[in-house]
């Protein structure tokens, strides 16, 4: 049997989350805007009071200019200052319209089990909210050929169609992290994983969206860079093509035809899980590489990771 005073307490706490709830709709969401290009529709958060609208690269892929719709249904021309593919990440700017910038949080400090709000446009629904809990943190996810995306958070919260681009937010109302993409189910044949979502930290958007905006591009990508170009095997290894001159893998004397098939001791047996294993390294860290030499041979050799150029 459950007392009054329990029922009460129990009472409040309910009416008190769904409050907190209200509150960070009403503060956050005339932060968050759709974004229309000729190809399909995402979303956007309002990163500063100059205009300038931080999204997924894949929501704006090659446009040029794009349009965008705020909570209140007013429509804007925005131009796409510059698109950074490796983190998924754009930079709209709008100068027509006086737009409510959101307030970004420090993710470092984001915890497992924190209770997270998605806002964004899944097909085309405005202004739509879902409602998770933040899963893990530090998640490195590949997103398509040659995009891996070294520091995301994974939540329950629904990411459908549209959300990409959108705002993953606390209960304080502070933006954590940029709603990406969501799993896939081998076993529903290409189907979307329900409650495991993706979103890129706030720290990172931070860093690239401050970069883009300052400079008009990305000039310190913070990502370690092996200089390479790689293929696909069924070898046991990723196949290097072509060495850049002057760079990391021609420093220490890895060579066109040769295979990599570990760096740093983990096993590199695709290209994909190649550009995983580097977005968990750093610029400026040696690494011992395990290379295979096209008659067999094998060796280990130490190399200087550079930083992956920026633009």
């Known amino acids: 049997m459950v007392s009054s005073s329990q029922s009460t307490v129990g009472s409040l706490t309910a009416q008190s989350e769904q409050d907190a709830y209200i509150s960070v709709v009403k503060t956050v969401g005339p932060s968050v805007v759709e974004i229309a290009t000729d190809s399909g529709l995402g979303s956007g958060v309002v990163f500063d009071n100059q205009g300038n609208i931080v999204t997924n690269s894949h929501v704006v892929g090659n446009a040029q200019q794009v349009e965008v719709t705020t909570a209140d249904g007013k429509r804007f021309e925005g131009v796409v200052v510059y698109s950074y ?156 093509k072509a060495v850049v001159p002057g760079g990391p893998a021609a420093k220490a004397g890895i060579e066109p035809g040769e295979l990599i098939t570990a760096v740093a001791g983990d096993a590199t047996p695709s290209s994909s899980r190649l550009s995983q294993v580097l977005a968990t390294l750093q610029p400026n860290q040696a690494v011992p590489v395990n290379v295979r030499a096209g008659n067999g041979e094998m060796r280990i050799v130490n190399v200087l990771l550079g930083e992956y150029p920026g633009s």
């Open 85 to 240: 593919p490796p983190d998924d990440l754009a930079v709209v700017k709008v100068t027509q319209a006086r737009l409510k910038p959101a307030t970004f949080a420090d993710s470092s400090k984001v915890q497992v089990g924190e209770i997270v709000l998605a806002i964004g446009n899944p097909l085309g629904l405005q202004s739509s909210v879902t409602e998770g809990i933040v899963s893990a943190t530090g998640r490195v996810v590949s997103e398509g050929p040659n995009i891996t995306l070294p520091d995301t958070i994974q939540t329950s919260a629904a990411i459908n169609p549209g959300n990409s681009g959108g705002a993953l937010v606390n209960l304080k109302s502070e933006v954590i992290g940029i709603p990406t993409l969501a799993a896939i189910s081998p076993a529903n044949i290409g189907g979307q994983a329900p409650g495991i979502g993706f979103a890129i930290s706030s720290n990172r958007v931070k860093s690239i969206a401050s970069q883009i905006v300052r400079d008009g591009r990305v000039t310190n990508s913070e990502r370690a860079y092996l200089g390479i170009q790689a293929a696909d095997t069924t070898s046991g290894g990723v196949l290097v």
